[in-house]
């Protein structure tokens, strides 16, 4: 897993392979899950906190993450993304404050510029009271020596949603009803005081009593663990820990392309816009942020996951559908009551890596090869692949796409801009391809590698893929028994 540091993904995967080991032997209990914390802070001095009481704190958080529940003790939150408050430290908790290149000067033009009252002069140099400040930032623009400074906290910078804010005590707080679950404040906190709900324990628990457990593999997968180990070694890694088999998620890409294509048509039939439907994080945007594109311009079509999984439980009900992948929102789809028929589990690289570690499983080269997907449907990992594919399905099915205009949007500013301009009537673009991760899938916050060293590993796996066609491919498959549509429903004939 990729992350700033290092120090926290160790912490992590020490963690949650302790809690997976104990889960296979069937000893996940509170003493053994105590030893856990002692043996990661055995005192009597800490080891990388103020106190080893605070360590241990933050490992019991850790353990509670990774059986699935919230850090904190007695709260049950639904959001998958959830704070470690003893984690959460040494920010400063507001936005502006005075340098020491304050020069004291005669004009304070800072404080004549503050409309609140927040800014009164110290001993040495001018101060910012936190309660009366509301971040407007004129006081910073207006010093003539840039001595007050902006300075936000990482994991607020980098929502794109403006989910996070900080109680009292400047402890950071989620909004549920604004969060998109993508994650990107996880993997930016340099104290690792966000973390994600994991489903590991559940997956094993289903494994142990013999449940046919289906792993379904994201198209980022092929190029996260090097140019030798494509999908089939993958899938033999996977059969070995206990899963019964492993389909490929860019199956479901080909099946969405095609379902989206056949609304694009339509759409653009009526002069009507509209937006894909796979990226989890940028459908839960449209939800919360733009309801009404939300209802009129989102594709009614499901995810590539969650066609995978219905085409699986069509052949077999009783199975238990997981997804592995870099996406931390998958795993808020998979609990998302607005998706009928949601696949069982949503875990990440780390995750998955964490319980090959626990049964000292490898991923190695193996002879055989493997392919469910056209190279279309291995393609929605990056930016462009999901419009692309579209585009493709179209022209299979006999339309002229000559003269459509589509925008890629990758990145949550990218995605919330173009949202404004089609919610302003003024978006140019026929049809908006929305990926809140900077270079799609394979730019997602739990990579297992940095995006240039998947790429580059990817295109030589990639290129020992047929060259099948989407609609080819999908003859094979009884694309007549399940349902593509969000709601379960089936469109008439």
């Not at 950071?172 to 998109?180: G, M, P, R, T």
């Not at 449209?286 to 309801?291: D, G, I, M, T």
Request: proline letters at 5%; glycine letters at 10%; hydrophobic letters at 35%.
């Amino acid at each position: 897993m990729i992350t700033n540091d290092k120090g926290i993904v160790e912490l992590k995967h020490h963690v949650l392979r302790e809690v997976c080991r104990l889960a296979w032997e069937d000893r996940l209990t509170a003493d053994e899950t105590e030893k856990i914390v002692y043996d990661i802070s055995p005192g009597p001095k800490p080891s990388y906190r103020c106190c080893v009481y605070k360590e241990r704190e933050i490992v019991r958080g850790r353990i509670r993450l990774a059986m699935g529940q919230d850090p904190e003790p007695g709260k049950t939150g639904k959001n998958v993304v959830a704070v470690i408050p003893a984690a959460c430290d040494d920010c400063p908790i507001q936005d502006y404050f005075v340098s020491d290149i304050c020069r004291f000067c005669l004009g304070k033009a800072c404080l004549n510029a503050c409309r609140f009252g927040a800014i009164s002069p110290g001993d040495t140099k001018m101060k910012i009271d936190p309660n009366k400040c509301k971040s407007c930032g004129l006081c910073a623009k207006s010093c003539p020596y840039g001595a007050i400074i902006h300075q936000e906290r990482p994991c607020k910078k980098v929502c794109p949603v403006g989910a996070i804010s900080y109680d009292e005590g400047g402890v950071c707080v989620i909004d549920e009803n604004k969060c998109i679950h993508c994650g990107h404040c996880i993997h930016n906190c340099p104290f690792g005081a966000i973390g994600s709900k994991i489903y590991a324990v559940d997956v094993i628990r289903a494994i142990r009593e013999r449940k046919r457990v289906i792993a379904m593999c994201a198209p980022a997968t092929e190029g996260q663990f090097g140019a030798e180990i494509g999908m089939a070694a993958i899938r033999a890694a996977l059969k070995k820990l206990g899963f019964a088999e492993m389909v490929e998620v860019g199956l479901g890409g080909d099946m969405t392309a095609a379902c989206e294509a056949a609304e694009w048509i339509e759409a653009r039939k009526e002069g009507r816009k509209m937006t894909t439907s796979c990226c989890p994080a940028f459908i839960t945007m449209l939800r919360r942020h733009f309801p009404k594109i939300y209802e009129d311009n989102k594709s009614a079509t499901v995810s590539p996951m969650v066609a995978v999984s219905r085409y699986l439980k069509y052949l077999d009900p009783d199975c238990v559908t997981v997804f592995i992948g870099p996406c931390i929102a998958k795993k808020g789809e998979t609990l998302n009551e607005f998706i009928a028929d949601r696949p069982d589990y949503a875990l990440t690289y780390g995750e998955i890596v964490a319980m090959l570690d626990s049964r000292g499983v490898e991923i190695v080269p193996v002879e055989e090869d493997y392919q469910e997907a056209s190279l279309f449907g291995k393609r929605f990992a990056a930016s462009g692949g999901v419009a692309g594919a579209v585009m493709e399905a179209m022209e299979e099915m006999g339309e002229n796409t000559e003269g459509i205009r589509l925008m890629t949007c990758a990145g949550g500013e990218e995605c919330k801009k173009a949202m404004m301009l089609l919610k302003a009537g003024k978006l140019e673009a026929d049809f908006v391809e929305g990926m809140i991760c900077p270079g799609g899938c394979m730019g997602g916050p739990s990579k297992h590698q940095a995006e240039t060293l998947v790429i580059r590993a990817r295109t030589g796996l990639l290129a020992k893929a047929d060259g099948r066609k989407i609609l080819e491919n999908l003859k094979n498959y009884p694309m007549d028994k399940f349902s593509m549509l969000r709601d379960g429903s089936r469109p008439e004939k």
